[in-house]
């Protein structure tokens, strides 16, 4: 990716649960439910619940790719991460991974340049990353608010499971398991995209949004009542570097003319009415702080994304790519 700093979006939220919670544990224990609720290890030696960045960035990820559906039917504007090419079943036509279309390329024919990558994966890989590179949305582990640490403890039951049979939808001969999950708790995380085109802070606000209203659904057992909770914006910001700007602007306009062709930027479709607020400076770094205004000031954002997902090149430019027609 570049390998310069243009601008970063840092986006502080607290999980406020609704529902019981399972983000499941990989390890087993002994003596104890089926499932237990993943822990972490603090300084002072006691175990607390915590939600893993990688459960909150597949969270957030696979909801933006539902979103991206809802705006372009056919072909289907986003890949499924794990999908192999060729092996796609009906329903799945054309929707191959893309970092899976990248790494039999690289091992059978030659290495592709990291703005070709760029250029020729879909939206969702463009932000959250694929097989071939890391991406440009980041989060970091939610822990239990300070706030919650000081007023409570997290709660835990023990609930039973009935196994269900996948192909019957009936119970997979009486078979039960148990779990344990979290009915007490409140947590924090931050999420970053750097370096991002504006439709990409768009596609994020819309996912922030139907968070705050408690639509998205976190961790295990999403169909049996567990995992809804709602967020809360705590902190929103954007920073440019070395650039006093008053307009929300992404990389087709900031990065030089010619990474902007490479990586095949999507321009900005309309001017931002709303205006970024007067920033405060450290350093070369420019700092908006959009915690009241980041739903006004995402608007320009969100209609790029609906423009780019409309015409979007994705899949015909990976699959021309991969067959050796451009
Ligand atoms: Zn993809």
Same mark, same amino acid.
């Given at each position: ?46 175990? &607390? ?15 933006? &790719? ?23 079943? &009906? ?236």
């Amino acid at each position: 990716m570049l390998k310069k700093m243009i601008n970063n979006a840092k986006i502080d939220i607290e999980i406020h649960p609704n529902d019981p919670l399972l983000i499941k544990s990989g390890m087993s224990t002994v003596g104890g439910a089926d499932m237990v609720f993943v822990r972490t290890y603090r300084f002072d030696g006691k175990d &607390e619940p915590f939600i893993p960045g990688s459960s909150l960035k597949g969270m957030i990820r696979s909801y933006a &790719e539902k979103i991206c559906r809802s705006l372009r039917d056919m072909p289907v504007p986003v890949c499924l991460p794990y999908l192999e090419p060729k092996k796609e079943k &009906e329903g799945e036509k054309r929707q191959a991974s893309c970092g899976l279309y990248f790494e039999n390329y690289k091992k059978k024919v030659k290495p592709i340049s990291s703005p070709d990558i760029y250029s020729l994966s879909c939206p969702a890989c463009r932000l959250f990353g694929s097989q071939s590179f890391i991406g440009r949305f980041a989060t970091s582990d939610a822990y239990l608010t300070d706030e919650f640490r000081q007023n409570g403890r997290p709660v835990f039951e023990i609930r039973d499971g009935v196994a269900i049979d996948r192909l019957t939808g009936g119970t997979a001969g009486g078979a039960k398991y148990n779990m344990e999950v979290l009915t007490r708790g409140e947590f924090k995380t931050t999420l970053e995209i750097r370096n991002f085109e504006r439709w990409q802070l768009g596609l994020i606000g819309l996912v922030l949004r139907d968070m705050e209203q408690g639509l998205v659904r976190v961790g295990f057992g999403k169909s049996r009542g567990l995992g809804s909770f709602h967020a809360k914006i705590t902190n929103f910001e954007i920073t440019y570097y070395n650039r006093n700007i008053n307009s929300l602007k992404g990389l087709s306009t900031l990065a030089s003319k010619e990474d902007s062709k490479a990586y095949d930027f999507f321009p900005e479709t309309v001017d931002d009415a709303s205006q970024l607020p007067v920033p405060r400076s450290e350093g070369l770094r420019y700092i908006y702080n959009l915690t009241d205004s980041w739903k006004e000031s995402l608007d320009p954002a969100v209609k790029d994304l609906v423009k780019y997902i409309e015409a979007v090149k994705w899949p015909k430019n990976i699959e021309e790519y991969i067959a050796g027609r451009s």
